[in-house]
């Protein structure tokens, strides 16, 4: 039998088992027993108090749970609405939910479809940049989110009931027409990048990721990860192509609830997205769960971790299947709490407290999986694979009791009178059901089957569904611990590598078409700043700024004078009130002063320095005029400059004006992870013929850095090498 190869991923998103979490008959504990008061002359020496058993406490019949009817409707742009009317609060939400989701990640490229969810919130839209939506909102006391998860893609807002208006035409911004912003695409990469780096730290995490990953096979939709190499190869133009494939009124449900009138919302939803009318062809179905059985016992080694972690389970069906209110019973029964059977057995039996959980996640839209999971003492590691194993055994062979069944479908019935106890829970329901083409009248069904359930039925299914030879086991934790390792269970055990490959060295665009392109926007970005001629004709400038550094970086305030020479020399000063500094390079060797004293630029200030010389505006701007230089365009408006040995700067230019917008690059730092710089250029005044920026802010991975304004240009003042050279 074919085992899926074991590999590391990052763990993904596990929206289908969330939203099957409300019907997997999770536990929740009863009400308090009311007490009697007692009689008025007690008895001299009370009894010894008995402990209760849970399974001993009887309660009233459940009341059904209780639906709201939403209003249904279809705009004329082919868009679907449910609006239901709640009066309780001044306030109106909704959700648009996308039919889209990471299982359409083009090869190569996994994290497209979160990503996308992502930025197009931080992007902004065509008429504000995020940060301007976030003030606009913050202002009415509103808010936009947007995310895709594993199977569906959603845009979410919140607002004051008098503030809609401003909140709605936000939300259909978003949603409609995020601008993808090339800043927060980068900012984006660095955040996953991040996330895939750190995703050994957390050992719940590699436990879930690592248990799909062998179910559903790493080269699969449900199975595969997201890797360095996949983040570096993902495009502003993947974004804006994702969202322009499946972002499109007949793909869309929108849910509204909250305190307004229906048909005047209706109305009001019907004007709002008059102009949304883009077609697109209908979106595939969902990949279908090919995998097959992965029999065995996968080891992730972690010698840190003082406990181990497990996962035992195999894949199988959907939430619609006839079976899974009987299924959700028998999971509970194994293993929903205190009381189950996998918890007395693991302590009575193995003399320790261990929290185990039994689950029937099965999935909306594909083949789910049933699991049991939960943490145990390294040295009682084996032991508690085996007891899990017992259990499952016997579940198959006979009944269970009344008092186990009585209160395990007690618990799954009660769980869903307090998942659907407010109309926002009921209407998100409702929205799951349109989404993934159940009936609305499921949740009934579901709570009936639930009601109908007999001890028959909970040993038929543990026959028919559970399938002990098909068992995965994942354990985390140092086998060094383990008595008696884990080959005595008679298994396979194979170690899952938790390697995370190296990022590759980035590859700039190459095509022609791109070259081409990049070339065309750099002409126009030259000519918008004063002509190519007159660039070149800049022999030397000084530059003379004020830079404030932010609270959160010192609150400092700088004074810098830059100097450059053609072809490639550089002099920066600083002054501040703790004293004097200076830097100078010629791109191959250099120095670096505090006070009088300086030594020689080596390693990574070296490194530094020859990037922030190959970054001068002039010098960028002519990079046309550099040989080895590369200009390829990354879309319409930005371009990506690199030298021959891997120095990049990415260039955002102005569709109005054509100026330049914002540099951003990466600096490399002493230690950790380069950080990700954006220098944004907001005024530019003009010196020797040229427009240089007056006035730009930085900000690094995300965050303000400092603000500088510039006091003085000075073009072609004829500065000597000598002088750039001196030191202090």
């Known amino acids: 039998m074919k085992t899926p190869p074991v590999k590391a991923q990052m763990l993904r998103a596990a929206s289908t088992a969330l939203l099957a979490a409300a019907l997997a008959g999770a536990q929740t504990p009863p009400p308090a027993a009311q007490r009697p008061h007692p009689p008025a002359a007690a008895a001299a020496t009370p009894a010894p108090a008995r402990a209760v058993n849970p399974r001993e406490l009887k309660f009233p019949p459940l009341h059904p749970v209780e639906l709201a009817k ?53 992007g902004g839209t065509r008429d504000r940049n995020g940060e301007q939506l976030d003030r606009v909102l913050e202002d009415v006391a509103g808010s936009v989110d947007s995310s895709i998860d594993e199977s569906f893609g959603q845009v979410s807002f919140s607002s004051l009931a008098e503030n809609a208006t401003p909140v709605l035409e936000a939300f259909r911004d978003v949603l409609t027409a995020p601008a993808f912003r090339m800043d927060k695409v980068d900012l984006a990469k660095l955040q996953f990048h991040n996330l895939v780096a750190h995703r050994n730290d957390d050992p719940n995490a590699i436990l879930r990721r690592e248990f799909l990953t062998v179910l559903y ?34 793909n869309v449900t929108l849910a ?48 840190d971790l003082p406990q181990t972690l497990f996962a035992v389970g195999h894949l199988d069906g959907r939430i619609d299947d006839k079976d899974f209110p009987a299924l959700t019973i028998m999971a ?133 569904y559970l399938r002990p030879p098909d068992l995965t086991q994942v354990v985390v934790g140092n086998p060094e611990e383990f008595v008696p390792p884990l080959d005595t269970l008679g298994l396979p055990v194979r170690e899952i590598d938790l390697t995370i490959p190296a990022p590759k060295a980035h590859a700039v665009s190459t095509d022609a078409a791109s070259l081409e392109q990049g070339k065309r926007i750099l002409a126009r970005l030259q000519q918008a700043v004063g002509g190519a001629e007159k660039l070149a004709g800049v022999k030397d400038y000084t530059a003379v700024r004020e830079v404030r550094f932010t609270a959160a970086t010192g609150g400092a305030t700088v004074t810098e004078t830059e100097r ?73 408006q930005t371009i990506e400059i690199a030298t021959p ?30 950080v990700l710089v954006q220098e944004s250029f907001t005024q530019f005044g003009e010196a020797g013929g040229i427009k240089f920026p007056f006035q730009f802010s930085t900000k690094q991975n995300g965050n303000l850095f400092s603000e500088s304004f510039v006091k003085e240009y000075k073009v072609n003042s004829g500065l000597m090498l000598p002088e750039l050279e001196r030191r202090p």
């Open 70 to 122: 939403a209003a249904t409707f279809t705009l004329s742009n082919g868009m679907k609405l449910l609006l239901l009317e709640d009066r309780q609060l001044p306030v109106i939400n909704g959700e648009a939910r996308v039919r889209t989701g990471n299982v359409f990640d083009p090869p190569g490229k996994s994290g497209v479809a979160t990503m996308t969810g992502v930025v197009m919130r931080t």
């Open 217 to 250: 096979g790493d080269d699969t939709p449900y199975g595969r990860g997201m890797e360095h190499d996949d983040i570096d190869h993902i495009t502003r133009g993947d974004l804006q192509a994702f969202h322009k494939r499946y972002f499109f009124p007949k």
């Open 256 to 303: 509204v609830w909250g305190d307004f009138e229906t048909a005047k919302m209706k109305d009001q939803l019907e004007q709002l997205f008059a102009g949304w009318t883009v077609e697109q062809p209908a979106v595939l179905e969902f990949p279908k769960v090919t995998a097959k059985p992965a029999p065995g016992i996968f080891l992730a080694k972690k010698v």
């Open 332 to 464: 509970d029964i194994l293993g929903g709490g205190y009381m189950s059977r996998l918890s007395q057995q693991v302590r009575v039996h193995l003399g320790y407290a261990s929290n185990i959980t039994a689950e029937w996640r099965a999935s909306f839209d594909h083949a789910g999986y049933f699991w049991i999971y939960g943490a145990s003492n390294s040295l009682n590691t084996a032991s508690t694979l085996k007891a899990i194993r017992e259990e499952i055994d016997k579940m198959c062979t006979a009944e269970v009791s009344d008092d186990e069944l009585r209160f395990a479908r007690d618990a799954a019935i009660n769980s869903l009178i307090f998942a659907f106890d407010t109309r926002r829970k009921v209407l998100d329901r409702m929205l799951t059901y349109e989404y993934f083409g159940y009936p609305q009248d499921f949740l009934r069904q579901h709570e009936k089957a639930l009601a109908a359930v007999t001890r028959a039925d909970i040993l038929r299914v543990a026959k028919q």
């Open 564 to 636: 450059w020479m053609a072809p490639g020399n550089v002099r920066v000063e600083s002054e501040s009130a703790t004293g004097k500094n200076a830097l100078y390079t010629d791109g191959s060797s250099g120095w670096i002063a505090r006070g009088r004293n300086s030594t020689a630029l080596v390693g990574a200030p070296l490194k530094g320095a020859q990037a922030s010389l190959f970054r001068v505006y002039v010098s960028v701007l002519l990079s046309d005029r550099v040989t080895g230089r590369t200009i390829s365009a990354l879309d319409d």
């Open 645 to 674: 040995d891997g120095i990049t700067v990415q260039v955002a230019v102005s569709p109005e004006t054509g100026l330049p917008l914002a540099f951003t690059y990466q600096a490399p730092v002493a230690a950790g992870p380069p």
